[in-house]
């Protein structure tokens, strides 16, 4: 029997167009698919129609432990012959679980190809025209995640003071539910409550919405995101956005 295999897929951020052209390959090439709550379905198409498709996200009743199963879905199938597409939204790497799963395989002995994607951060901040770095106001840019899975000891979450302190372009992932403490705590590191912030629903996607706020009234405008997939940017290239629309609309002014 051919030995299987698993590849490692980032879907990207929505956009069905936004998948790589190797991640597209994969697909083709799937005798079962591993998928979770993609921003985008449509990607299963782009597989054989004798594709085993296997949903293992949150309607499935994912939590942290679930984990483990899903591990083992992917080393059976793959141990099976089959060649396992498992596709992950953005970059399988970033908040992705996808060094948990690499873990897995490596244990069992499963090959494994990791496919990048089109991050959400990246996505958010095409979408919304924000430069994620800009010299001289923002030479480092953090990916954060705004929601740490349960069990943490205190102490041990997210120094956001710390992170303030940087200055550097927060870009906040699984952040609009706890914005509220987050931007106390930056606030407190110092960032001054004028920090500009944008909130980036559904980017890349038709329902896709942008909202520009501030540090500290930031809470209302992530709750008209809350319960969809949501980018949080702060940092002061917020601004260079607005005055790089600012100058646009005078153009069309004066034009
Ligand atoms: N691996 C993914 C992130 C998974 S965590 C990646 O690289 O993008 C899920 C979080 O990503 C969401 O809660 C949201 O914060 C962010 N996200 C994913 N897709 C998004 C989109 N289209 N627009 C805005 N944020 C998105």
Redesign the pocket.
């Known amino acids: 029997m051919r030995t299987g295999r698993v590849t490692l897929v980032?879907a990207g951020?929505?956009a069905v167009d936004l998948i790589t052209v190797r991640g597209q390959q994969a697909l083709r090439e799937a005798d079962v698919i591993v998928y979770d709550d993609l921003?985008n379905p449509e990607l299963l198409d782009l597989s054989p129609a004798a594709a085993r498709r296997i949903y293992v996200g949150k309607r499935a009743g994912r939590h942290c432990m679930a984990q483990v199963a899903i591990g083992q879905i992917m080393v059976a199938e793959a141990a099976a012959g089959f060649h396992v597409v498992r596709l992950?939204?953005?970059?399988?790497l970033?908040?992705?679980r996808g060094g948990e799963e690499l873990q897995v395989l490596a244990e069992a002995g499963i090959p494994c190809e990791i496919v990048p994607?089109v991050?959400?951060?990246s996505?958010?901040g095409a979408s919304a025209g924000i430069s994620l770095t800009q010299r001289g106001s923002a030479s480092a840019v953090i990916f954060v995640t705004g929601h740490e899975c349960g069990g943490k000891p205190a102490g041990e979450g997210v120094d956001w003071i710390a992170l303030a302190r940087t200055r550097a372009t927060l870009c906040?992932?699984?952040?609009t539910r706890r914005i509220g403490v987050i931007a106390a705590e930056l606030q407190k590191g110092g960032l001054p409550g004028n920090t500009p912030v944008a909130v980036?629903?559904?980017?890349?996607?038709p329902e896709?919405t942008i909202d520009i706020g501030e540090l500290a009234s930031v809470e209302p405008l992530a709750a008209f995101a809350a319960g969809q997939?949501?980018?949080i940017i702060v940092g002061e290239v917020v601004r260079l956005r607005e005055i790089a629309a600012a100058a646009q609309a005078n153009l069309g002014i004066v034009s």
């Open positions: 980032g951020p929505g921003a992950k939204g953005g970059d399988p970033v908040f992705g994607g991050t959400a951060a996505a958010a906040i992932y699984m952040g980036i629903a559904n980017a890349t996607m896709e997939p949501a980018l």
